[in-house]
C-alpha cells in the first residue's frame, strides 16, 4: 500500500493485494450489489442502501450506516467496466442532505497470477471541501478495512461457488 498526495495536496492511494480465486469472482465481487452489500466500508459499518449498475454510465449508490445510525451516502459512476479486467467509477462520499463532500475515483485492474488474481486498486481523491480534512486522514484506515472485509467475502464466494 503507497499513500501519495496530487498535486492539488488531496491523497491518492494505492493498494495491491492477491486473493485465492479466480479473476471473474474478484470482479463479480466488486461489481454485484449482493456481495458489495457484504464488504464495502469499515468494519462495525451496515450498509442499508445498495444500488450498483456495474456497466458504463450505471450508477453506484451505496449507503453507509454508522454503529450510532449515521448514514453516509457513497454514490457515483461507472466509468469504464472490462470484465473482468477493469473497473473505474467514482464514490463521491455525501452528508445526510446530498451534500457533496468527498469525491474519489477508484480504478481497479484484475491480472490473473498463477491461478490467483492479483489487485490493484487505486484511489484518488478529486475533490474535497474544507471541513472533511479529518476524513481525509482516516481513508487510508477505512479502506484497509474494506479491503479485509472485501477478503473475507470473495472467500465466502469462492467457498459457496
Not at 493485494?17 to 464488504?39: C, G, I, N
Not at 468527498?102 to 481523491?125: A, F, H, Q, W, Y
Request: hydrophobic share 40%.
Amino acid at each position: 500500500m503507497a499513500a501519495a498526495t496530487d498535486a492539488t495536496g488531496l491523497p491518492e492511494l494505492t493498494f495491491t493485494r492477491v486473493f485465492d480465486a479466480p479473476r471473474e469472482l474478484v470482479f463479480k465481487v466488486w461489481t454485484d450489489p449482493y456481495h458489495v452489500a457484504q464488504w464495502w466500508g469499515p468494519h462495525g459499518f451496515a450498509i442499508p442502501v445498495c444500488n450498483v449498475d456495474a456497466r458504463q454510465g450505471g450508477r453506484f449508490d451505496v449507503h453507509m450506516q454508522g454503529e450510532d445510525g449515521t448514514i453516509l451516502p457513497s454514490v457515483g459512476e461507472f466509468f469504464e467496466i472490462v470484465p473482468p479486467k477493469r473497473i473505474v467509477f467514482s464514490s463521491n462520499l455525501e452528508d445526510g442532505d446530498g451534500n457533496r463532500l468527498i469525491e474519489v475515483v477508484n480504478t481497479i485492474t484484475l491480472e490473473e497470477d498463477g491461478g490467483k488474481t492479483r489487485m490493484k486498486l487505486l484511489i484518488k481523491v478529486t475533490h474535497a471541501v474544507p471541513e472533511v480534512a479529518d476524513k481525509l486522514g482516516r481513508m487510508k484506515a477505512g479502506w484497509i478495512e474494506s479491503l479485509q472485509r472485501l477478503a473475507a467475502e470473495i472467500v465466502r464466494a469462492v467457498e459457496s461457488s
